[in-house]
Structure formats: structure tokens, C-alpha cells
């Protein structure tokens, strides 16, 4: 590798967006990781209420670009021009939202880093419209990345580049890591009866099938809590929701919480859900492992990879609404009645966690770097 190494990063969300998710926590992770092997890394982002236009971060360099209508056309604009004047020598773009498509435009080297793609669930997230366009985008995939190395961050997100035409022998796997928390795993028997939830409260996070699976096993287990840890748009919905299945007193709501106040919420729970109907890895699934916490999943691209059936969790077959709920009802039900299962379970979860480690994805993202800038 060279003494040094520019990198221009593409990312709407910065690590301090209010909405920041796991990709960000990605660039936050790497990027102090590679700071000190002379890789300085830049970002564009999206700009936010209170967000400067300039931040300087560990090892990260956040430039915001303002609102998402103009976000867009300048970061191509600004990633055309300072790369035809030879100010990078790497463009790293995330697929994680909207795909940049900077092999078009960008004179030099170009790594992508693909965390997940919306294809037909963008339709769960956002208006129609502008589904619609992140599908059209996505359809450039095959033509515009043929030639890109990429890097997956599940075995699950590289069959998706896969399927959508991409060389299987030009993707290779960058797993996400997590910062091993403080604390051991409390024992099993000495846990209330919590079921958490870790994770931005989204539509396509289906939080929704939670709550109402916990709404019918609250008869069978009358000391059930729920514990839903981080914040997002649906909150309020959320809520009522809560209120109308009568299941409010039950249901606590956090909002943000430091890394510490985290851990000792999910240390104390029982079990962990995901219900979403997507996602590229499953970051916050390994965090809860990392207490000793099984995760209930969707069986779905990303959580099957994080989840090892039976071992470190359930896989929940997806189905419509009201079946997928009373599916999700009936595992964590099993395993909250399962004292034996629900401590194999755990112990197994906790030993799967230790294999992520943020310094191990830094020497993967250090070792593609070279590649690709050795490529011009």
C-alpha cells in the first residue's frame, strides 16, 4: 500500500446524521481504522438541521452538500470535477440508498461497498415515486458496475449484485464488525421476561408484527416487557399502536440511549426480534449476540446470514401480516417458555459474535483500496 492514500466516499448519511443506520456506523468504524495506515477519507453528505458544512471526525472528513433535492446532482458534480483534477486517487461508493453510479461520471478508480438494494421494498419506505426511481436506478446495475469492484457485506448482498448480473468472481465479502460491549451475558434465568427490539424505527422494520406478537402471548406470560431501543419516523404510529393492543404499560420506548445504557437494556433481555423484511447484514442482530441475546428474524436477505438457525437465534418463515405475526408470536413464545433452548441459544449467540470484528473488516477495506487504486 502506499505511504497515502486519498478516498472520496459517497454516502448520503454521515456517522451524526439524525438517521444514521449501520452503513454509517460502517464508514465511522473504518474510517478511524484506516486513518492511521496514512488513508484519509472524505465524505459528501447530505446536510441536516444543526450539521455543519465542514466536520471533522475520527479519521473521517464530513463535507454536506445541503438537503437531499440538491445533495444528489452535487455530488456528482463535485465528484466529476475533483477527480478530473486528480484530488483522489479511490471513489468508494456505498450502495445503500440511492445507487451514485460513479463509474459514469468519475475520472479515476472506483470501489463499491454495497450494504443493501431497495428493489421492490422501496416501495415500503418511501412514495411511489420516488420508488420508482431507485428501482429504475437499479436497474443501471448491471451496466453501469460490470466492470467496478465491489465489496458485500453478507454473503446475502453479494447474491443480490449476483442476480442482477454482476460477475460473482468481482464481489468479494466485507463483513461488518461491532465494538464488543463492557459487560459479560447475564444468565438466562436471571433475566426478566424482555423482548427487545435494537434498530431505526422504519415501515420496512415491520415493529408493527412485534407488537402485535407480543400482544398475544401477554396472557401467557403476564410479566412480559417490551423494549424497543432507537428512534425513527414511525414512533408515534407505533405508539398508538401499543395503545390500541393494550399493551402500552408494557412497552417502553427509549429514543436514542448512549452505548452503555444500550447494553444494559438488551443484557437483561431474553430475547431480540427483527421482523424486517430486508436488510444487508445485520448489525444490530450481532450486537444483541454480543450479549449472550438470541435474535427472532425474518427469514430474510441479510438476517438469515447474521442468524444461524436454532443456534443463535430463529429464522421466521415471511408471510403475509397477520400470519407472519402469530409465526413470530409462537417462536418467541417457545423459546421465553424454553429455559433450556433459550440458554444453549444464548451461549452460542454470544460465541458467533466474537467473529466480527471492526479491525478485520479495516484490513479487507485497506487490502481492496490497494487493488482498486493499483488499478489506474
Not at 461520471?105 to 438494494?117: I, M, Q, R, T
Not at 416487557?225 to 404510529?237: D, M, N, P, S, Y
Request: with cysteine; hydrophobic share 45%.
Amino acid at each position: 500500500m502506499p505511504d497515502s492514500m486519498r478516498v472520496l466516499l459517497l454516502n448520503e448519511r454521515d456517522p451524526l446524521h439524525p438517521r444514521a443506520g449501520g452503513a454509517e456506523v460502517h464508514i465511522a468504524e473504518i474510517a478511524k481504522r484506516l486513518a492511521p495506515r496514512g488513508i484519509a477519507m472524505t465524505q459528501l453528505a447530505v446536510g441536516f438541521s444543526g450539521g455543519a458544512a465542514r466536520e471533522q471526525l475520527e479519521g473521517l472528513e464530513v463535507r454536506r452538500l445541503g438537503p437531499v433535492p440538491f445533495y444528489y446532482p452535487r455530488a456528482v458534480a463535485t465528484t466529476a470535477w475533483e477527480t478530473r483534477r486528480g484530488r483522489w486517487d479511490v471513489v468508494v461508493e456505498h450502495l445503500n440508498k440511492v445507487p451514485f453510479c460513479a463509474r459514469a461520471y468519475a475520472a479515476g478508480p472506483v470501489l463499491a461497498v454495497n450494504h443493501h438494494l431497495f428493489g421492490q421494498s422501496a416501495f415500503l419506505q418511501v412514495a411511489w415515486p420516488i420508488a420508482a426511481t431507485v428501482v429504475a436506478i437499479e436497474k443501471l446495475i448491471p451496466h453501469i458496475y460490470r466492470n467496478v469492484p465491489c465489496l458485500a457485506v453478507s454473503e446475502s448482498s453479494r447474491d443480490d449484485l449476483v442476480r442482477r448480473g454482476l460477475p460473482r468472481e468481482q464481489i468479494g465479502l466485507l463483513h461488518n464488525g461491532i465494538t464488543f460491549p463492557a459487560r459479560q451475558p447475564i444468565e438466562v434465568s436471571a433475566r426478566p421476561c424482555r423482548v427487545a427490539y435494537l434498530g431505526r424505527l422504519e415501515s420496512y422494520k415491520r415493529i408493527d408484527r412485534l407488537l402485535r406478537a407480543c400482544a398475544g402471548l401477554v396472557e401467557r406470560f403476564p410479566q412480559l416487557e417490551i423494549v424497543l431501543i432507537g428512534r425513527g419516523a414511525e414512533r408515534g404510529r407505533l405508539e398508538a399502536l401499543a395503545a390500541e393492543l393494550g399493551i402500552a404499560e408494557r412497552t417502553r420506548f427509549t429514543g436514542f440511549v448512549s452505548d452503555a445504557e444500550r447494553d444494559a437494556l438488551l443484557a437483561e433481555a431474553r430475547v431480540a426480534v427483527c421482523a424486517s423484511v430486508k436488510e444487508g447484514w445485520g448489525l444490530t442482530v450481532i450486537e444483541c449476540n454480543a450479549l449472550g441475546v438470541p435474535v427472532v428474524a425474518t427469514d430474510a436477505p441479510g438476517l438469515r446470514d447474521a442468524v444461524r438457525h436454532d443456534e443463535t437465534g430463529l429464522l421466521v418463515p415471511a408471510a403475509a401480516a397477520e400470519v407472519f405475526s402469530e409465526r413470530l408470536r409462537d417462536a418467541i413464545g417457545g423459546l421465553l417458555a424454553d429455559e433450556l433452548t433459550l440458554a444453549r441459544l444464548a451461549t452460542e449467540a454470544h460465541r458467533w459474535a466474537q467473529r466480527f470484528d471492526w479491525d478485520r473488516s479495516a484490513d479487507v477495506m485497506a487490502e481492496a483500496l490497494r487493488e482498486t487504486a493499483a488499478s489506474a
